[in-house]
């Protein structure tokens, strides 16, 4: 099935295999369509934000998207939440078996790992490759070594784990574009701030969490047990500047695709926002989140201006 061919989010309809006996689907289109209904299952059990800003993506861009979140959070899922009795060599086995087999889909275009498919075919069908692929693992994989980030180390982990992403989705963005090069060479620079900048609130937002359940400390020089009204401030500037540098670009963006790039940002400013104006001890002490009605509010707002 060919990438405009792919079809809408969603669970596969009932009568799938009849389908297939009619003819109406070959066999290998069922398993192309259950791969990404899982895929956008991931979507909805593990993040709201992100879902409610992908529905606004214009089809098969939302698909590519959805499918290339699905194996963001699987590897996240694998050193963020290993089981009760899990061991971190375990937990390395699992993130090569599951780098190797995005290298062995890549290649081929077929995976008994549902979330890996859904991923290889879009990887195919945008121009993903490994050039973008590993340097995400590697940084998934430096999770379960390292607890402290110098300034060297931080900028290859955020490119590694968030501006990747960022320009993985810029492929999807620009699928089927008569000048789809050029465009991305011209927007790698946005779309790497944008991804970089909501990996470093999701960072300031999770300080607690990351510190004392998973011992990590990710921003270079932080004493987390120290943490004052100057470093909030040090560190929502860096992350507002890279918001500036995304917006910049962002209505460059294909308008399939530029409604929720809009959407995305506003929500992370909102964050930003809300954190600045939250006591230090505070975000030491629990999650900043948005709440759903405000959610709401910004995600419509942002619409309105990403259709201009």
């Known amino acids: 099935m060919s990438a405009a061919a792919t079809p809408p989010l969603g669970p596969v309809p009932?009568?799938?295999?009849?389908?297939?006996?009619?003819?109406?689907?070959?066999?290998?289109?069922?398993?192309?369509?259950?791969?990404?209904?899982?895929?956008?299952?991931?979507?909805?059990?593990?993040?709201?934000?992100?879902?409610?800003?992908?529905?606004?993506?214009?089809?098969?861009?939302?698909?590519?998207?959805?499918?290339v979140y699905a194996l963001v959070r699987v590897a996240d899922e694998i050193v963020d939440a290993p089981r009760p009795d899990g061991r971190r060599a375990h937990q390395a086995l699992l993130l090569d078996?599951?780098?190797?087999?995005?290298?062995?889909?890549?290649?081929?275009?077929?995976s008994a790992n549902l979330v890996v498919h859904a991923f290889a075919r879009t990887a195919r069908a945008v121009g993903i490759g490994t050039d973008l692929v590993d340097p995400f693992f590697a940084s998934m994989r430096t999770d379960l070594f390292r607890e402290e980030h110098d300034e060297e180390s931080f900028a290859?982990?955020?490119?590694?784990?968030?501006?990747?992403?960022?320009?993985?989705?810029?492929?999807?963005?620009?699928?089927?574009?008569?000048?789809?090069?050029?465009?991305?060479?011209?927007?790698?620079?946005?779309?790497?701030?944008?991804?970089?900048?909501?990996?470093?609130?999701?960072?300031?937002?999770?300080?607690?969490?990351?510190?004392?359940?998973?011992?990590r400390s990710y921003f270079p020089g932080l004493d987390v047990r120290r943490f004052d009204a100057a470093d909030r401030d040090r560190l929502l500037d860096d992350i507002d500047a890279d918001l500036a540098a995304a917006a910049a670009?962002?209505?460059?963006?294909?308008?399939?695709?530029?409604?929720?790039?809009?959407?995305?940002?506003?929500?992370?400013?909102?964050?930003?926002?809300?954190?600045?104006?939250?006591?230090?001890?505070?975000?030491r002490s629990r999650r900043v989140r948005v709440p759903g009605p405000r959610k709401a509010q910004v995600i419509a707002r942002a619409v309105t201006r990403g259709v201009s």
């Open 249 to 283: 670009v962002v209505h460059r963006l294909p308008a399939g695709s530029r409604r929720a790039v809009c959407a995305a940002h506003a929500l992370f400013a909102e964050l930003s926002k809300r954190l600045r104006q939250t006591p230090p001890e505070q975000i």
């Open 14 to 67: 009932d009568g799938g295999r009849d389908a297939v006996a009619d003819g109406a689907l070959a066999p290998y289109e069922l398993y192309d369509q259950v791969a990404e209904a899982t895929a956008a299952l991931v979507i909805k059990r593990y993040s709201t934000s992100f879902g409610m800003a992908s529905r606004l993506l214009a089809e098969p861009v939302r698909t590519h998207v959805c499918n």
């Open 97 to 110: 078996g599951l780098q190797d087999d995005v290298h062995a889909a890549l290649r081929s275009g077929h």
């Open 156 to 215: 290859a982990y955020v490119y590694g784990s968030a501006e990747v992403v960022g320009l993985m989705c810029l492929r999807a963005f620009l699928v089927g574009r008569p000048d789809a090069e050029r465009e991305y060479v011209e927007l790698r620079g946005g779309a790497r701030r944008l991804g970089a900048a909501f990996q470093k609130v999701n960072f300031l937002r999770d300080l607690a969490a990351d510190c004392d359940e998973l011992g």
